[in-house]
């Protein structure tokens, strides 16, 4: 449970200190008043990442070289620091992160303090791109397992190099099969570490009992070896980037009846559409606590407002999580029996 937070220099807070005293933390502010800098800094010390950014230093303030995040734990003191990369003319780590005053790598910062996010972007998980049903397996899996999170590092790596490779044999028309050879090898390896725990982790929300709404996961996994490397040879050649490998993994969600099973993106209604992704963060939720053995911080950014009075009780009904800190414009979102259990922090403009 995260008991304290002190953020300095981190996007809108110059200097800011709060403190989490119950289980349930409402945040109420207007827009711009800074709740979701609030949720992605607590997401920063969950995950070592942004969830909104992948340049480090845009979550800096503005004319500042140098940004600190502070959390504490029941039993860990977690510090972020972020730079522009130079400080008074020294070259410095954009990033550095530590635990009880130790200092970690990324690798080995995630999961001191297990979260899961739901933000509005969310919303548009069934109906979205793939790539937001990608960052829907790799939210939990980075967390839940160190394997994975070392094999997703490596692949990324490996597909930006090889990408490189492609992008440069395209303007030339030359391969250098050296090279392409390493980064193969190194794409094959971990892709396949991806594929198998993403695949284990879909028969888990598939065998799982589901309150919500029942449904059944299909994954459309995209199987990177040396064999499928060579039937898309001329295709990568031409596109100048990888065609295949668990980058373009998707996965699709059936509902299903008595009869038959429907694909919800095409022929759920936006109702059933959110059900569902309200089951996936619920299923989420009991993976991480049955995995790590403790109960996970619920992170709601500013959702309510997107969401009928039904899924908002829905969502404010769950239990299975260690604490939880919600954002919102407005405390009417929230029923008096919700209320009334609730710490509520009011930020300003």
């Not at 807070?13 to 403190?19: E, I, L, N």
């Not at 548009?124 to 997703?152: M, T």
């Not at 990888?242 to 299903?256: E, Q, S």
């Not at 911080?297 to 939880?324: P, R, Y």
């Amino acid at each position: 449970m995260l008991k304290s937070l002190s953020l300095q220099s981190f996007r809108s807070y110059k200097k800011s200190d709060f403190d989490f005293d119950g289980k349930t933390t409402l945040i109420v502010g207007v827009n711009t008043s800074g709740k979701t800098n609030l949720i992605e800094a607590i997401f920063l010390l969950s995950r070592g990442k942004s969830f909104r950014t992948d340049k480090d230093p845009q979550m800096i303030q503005y004319e500042k070289d140098l940004a600190r995040l502070r959390g504490k734990t029941d039993e860990e003191s977690l510090e972020v620091v972020l730079t522009t990369g130079d400080i008074q003319g020294k070259r410095t780590p954009f990033k550095k992160f530590m635990v009880n005053g130790v200092s970690k790598r990324r690798l080995d910062f995630t999961g001191f303090l297990p979260t899961v996010l739901f933000s509005p972007e969310d919303l548009e998980l069934i109906i979205g791109s793939p790539s937001l049903r990608r960052r829907f397996l790799n939210d939990v899996l980075e967390q839940s397992d160190r394997d994975y999170r070392l094999a997703l590092i490596s692949f990324e790596k490996g597909i930006r190099q090889r990408n490189a490779l492609l992008d440069r044999a395209k303007d030339t028309g030359r391969r250098n099969e050296e090279q392409f050879e390493y980064w193969d090898r190194i794409v094959i390896d971990n892709g396949a570490v991806l594929t198998q725990k993403r695949q284990e982790y879909i028969e888990y929300l598939n065998k799982e009992p589901k309150e919500i709404l029942d449904f059944e996961i299909e994954y459309d996994k995209s199987v990177i070896s040396e064999e499928r490397l060579y039937q898309y040879r001329d295709a990568e050649l031409g596109a100048g980037v990888t065609l295949v490998g668990p980058h373009r993994d998707d996965f699709i969600v059936y509902l299903k009846n008595s009869k038959d099973r429907h694909d919800i993106k095409h022929f759920g209604s936006r109702g059933q559409q959110r059900l569902a992704i309200l089951q996936l963060k619920l299923l989420e939720l009991l993976y991480l606590e049955k995995v790590l053995d403790r109960k996970p911080t619920l992170l709601l950014d500013d959702v309510f407002s997107e969401l009928d009075t039904g899924h908002i009780d829905l969502i404010l009904g769950i239990k299975n999580f260690d604490q939880a800190i919600i954002t919102t414009t407005h405390e009417e979102f929230v029923g008096k029996k919700f209320l009334k259990d609730m710490s509520v922090i009011k930020l300003g403009k």
